[in-house]
Every structure is written in structure tokens, then in C-alpha cells.
């Protein structure tokens, strides 16, 4: 670890998952994981990014893409990977089965007690993947400390479909917390909240500042008691796997700069271009840009 002294803008944690995507265009194969989604995302907004992750050494490919587009690495080989099924049964981007034959195993405190960053993303598949003392090991940093949700409400079940379940330890985790995040469907089994305003303030009571909450048709944020919406314009929705990853990224990316009123603005522009291909985004920052002019009324700079 040569770059262990070097602060990072971002750094990413999270199992590489192998997926097989099925939907109604067929069955597709795609390097995944939430570590890795972000990663791009927030590289694509021009941070400077450390992605760390464990994977079986046959699927190291995707460190090399990894860096090709900017990113440093700090990967533990497993015997290995997370083996990740995800099946779209409808056209409703919001309703699927993930199932998950494998994974690549847990993280000590060790794995991120070397590496430095103003903000960590933590991007776990299931509960387990990344327990509380790499939570209380990163809270000893300078950092910001962002979450996706996913990973500690979902357990695989008895036929290794992933299940949503009561997470018993979900205020020890979350107060140490700041910008938490959730799609529509797991914010529900989080908070019994159908409604995405009340459901976000849900959330917020268990500890984060900031709620980041996707859904099919955008992303609403929950900051200091205000409400910020922006709705998703993909030209063609192709890739909804790491939808919420893209924008977890992309707004820790933004926040770096932008106040949430801003930041949101980013992030949908970054996440909609995703979702018009399978994988992580793969667009110019200049289209990002351009985006953002098109459909989020112009970019404001901070005075």
C-alpha cells in the first residue's frame, strides 16, 4: 500500500459481485458491486478515488478497469467472489429479485485503517459484509461517512434469494452515520413508510444528517430539515443495476463542493447517464455537464 499516506477525495468499500442481470432485453453478465459503481461515479465527477474491495483473483479484471479510468485499488483476494443474481420481473425499475449463490466474505478493521479519504462510501450486498467495528474504525478518521442501506437489511434466505429483514442493530450502526442512503422499497422495509418524505425523516431520526432516497422516476434528499427532489432523464433506461450506487457516489462526490441543493443536481445528472448502459458509468465529464445545463437549470457555483 504505497498510497497509504495519500488522502483520497473518496474511497469506496465493497465486495465485487459477479451478476447475471435478467430482464426482459434477456440475460446479461456484468461486473457489479456497489464499491465499484460509486467508484466510477464519483472518478466521473473528477475526484480522486480509492476503491477498496475483496474478490476471487480470477475476477481481477476488474481492478485493471478500475484504474484505467483513475482509481487506486486496495483489493483482498478471497477464494471467492459475491455471485449476484438479479431478475426484473416487470418494466418497474423498482421491483426485482437479487439471489446470491456466493460471496467474498467480511471486512476487518484493518482493510480500511490504511487508506485516508474526505469521504467513505460503504456499499455492502448483504448484512454482515462490513460489520460495526470497520464502522467505529473509519469513525476515528477525519471523514465523512456514507451508507447504502442495502447491505445491512438484506440476509440470504434458505433458497439464496435475499430477503429484507428487521435489522436489530440499526441505531448502534447508524449514529455513526452521516449521509445515509435507500431505495424506495428498502426505505418501506426500514421504516414502514410508503410515503418518501416521511420515510426519509424516518431515517433521519436514527442518526444521519442526510437521507439520499432513489426511486423509478428520481432522487429526493432529506438535509438540515428541507427537501430537495430531481427527477432522473435517461434517454433509454438500459442499466437500472447500480442505480442507487451511481447516486450515492455521485452525491458524496458533490457534497465535497456543492451544498445539498447543488449536489443533487450532480447526481442525477450522473445517474441517469448510467442508466442508459448496463455497468458503471462510462461518459465524459463534459456530458455530465452538459446534462446538468439541459434538464437541472444550470450549474451554480458556490460564491
Known amino acids: 500500500m504505497s498510497d497509504q ?3 483520497y477525495d473518496i474511497a ?5 459481485t459477479k451478476d447475471t442481470i435478467v430482464n426482459a432485453a434477456g440475460t446479461m453478465y456484468a461486473d457489479g458491486g456497489g464499491f465499484n459503481y460509486a467508484a466510477r461515479a464519483a ?9 477498496i474491495t475483496r474478490l476471487a483473483s480470477e475476477d481481477s479484471h476488474v481492478l485493471d478497469v478500475l484504474r484505467e479510468n483513475g482509481i487506486t485499488v ?4 478471497t477464494p471467492a467472489s459475491t455471485l449476484m443474481r438479479l431478475e426484473y420481473p416487470t418494466d418497474n425499475p423498482d ?5 446470491t449463490a456466493s460471496t467474498a466474505g467480511t471486512y476487518t478493521p484493518e482493510e480500511v485503517r490504511a487508506v485516508d479519504a474526505k469521504a467513505f462510501v460503504i456499499s455492502p450486498s448483504i448484512r454482515g459484509e ?13 471523514t465523512t461517512i456514507g451508507a447504502d442501506i442495502q447491505g445491512f437489511i438484506r440476509i440470504i434466505g434458505p433458497d439464496t434469494r435475499l430477503l429484507h429483514t428487521e435489522w436489530p442493530e440499526r441505531h448502534q450502526y447508524l449514529a455513526l452515520v452521516d449521509v445515509l442512503k435507500a431505495d424506495i422499497v428498502e ?3 426500514l421504516t414502514g413508510e410508503t410515503d418518501l418524505r416521511s420515510a426519509a425523516r424516518a431515517m433521519a431520526a436514527f442518526g444521519p444528517r442526510e437521507i439520499v ?3 423509478r422516476n428520481g432522487v429526493l434528499i432529506h438535509a438540515d430539515g428541507q427537501f430537495f427532489e430531481a427527477e432522473f432523464h435517461p434517454v433509454e433506461l438500459v442499466g437500472r443495476s447500480g442505480r442507487g450506487d451511481t447516486c450515492l457516489g455521485s452525491y458524496m462526490a458533490a457534497r465535497l463542493k456543492y451544498p445539498p441543493a447543488e449536489a443533487i443536481r450532480w447526481s442525477a445528472a450522473v445517474t441517469s447517464l448510467k442508466m442508459e448502459a448496463n455497468g458503471p458509468i462510462a461518459r465524459d465529464y463534459q456530458e455530465i455537464v452538459d446534462l446538468v445545463e439541459r434538464k437541472y437549470n444550470g450549474i451554480r457555483v458556490m460564491s
Open 43 to 51: 472518478a466521473s465527477l473528477g475526484c480522486d478515488v480509492a476503491a
Open 12 to 16: 469506496t468499500v465493497g465486495n465485487y
Open 213 to 215: 432516497l432513489t426511486h
Open 74 to 77: 486496495f483489493a483482498t483476494e
Open 5 to 7: 499516506h495519500k488522502r
Open 130 to 142: 462490513v460489520p460495526f467495528e470497520v464502522f467505529e474504525e473509519l469513525r476515528l478518521k477525519d
Open 187 to 189: 426505505a418501506e422495509s
Open 95 to 99: 421491483e426485482r429479485i437479487l439471489k
